[in-house]
């Protein structure tokens, strides 16, 4: 978990991908910006902060010698793979927070 290591990107990539997914359809049947989501649900938000932040870390906690993704692939499902995906997820839920700031309103 230290600043060098791969979990700190895979935990935030996951968490990214999460509130995009589930923060742009909300935006979009309700009509607010994420921020206002997360303000008017921060039970919500931090249940699901530990709850995938612990899956993220629970095979090193089962005993396993690494939770590295690479460690458990297997078939269309590649660590690489889900790092790009977290990535842009990153760069996505920024880019959509920083609009939404400078708006106002809700980008969807």
Not at 16 to 37: C, D, N, R, S
Not at 73 to 92: P, Q
Request: hydrophobic residues 50%; negative net charge.
């Amino acid at each position: 978990m230290n600043f060098g290591g791969y979990l700190p990107e895979v935990n935030n990539g996951r968490l990214a991908m999460l509130g995009f997914i589930a923060g742009a359809p909300a935006e979009i049947a309700t009509g607010q910006p994420i921020l206002t989501q997360w303000a008017e649900h921060p039970f919500a938000v931090v249940a699901h902060i530990v709850i995938f932040s612990l899956a993220s870390v629970m095979p090193r906690l089962q005993g396993e010698k690494t939770a590295k993704p690479e460690s458990s692939e297997f078939g269309v499902w590649k660590a690489s793979s889900e790092l790009l995906t977290g990535r842009a997820a990153m760069d996505g839920m920024a880019t959509l927070i920083i609009i939404e700031s400078n708006s106002g309103t809700a980008f969807f």
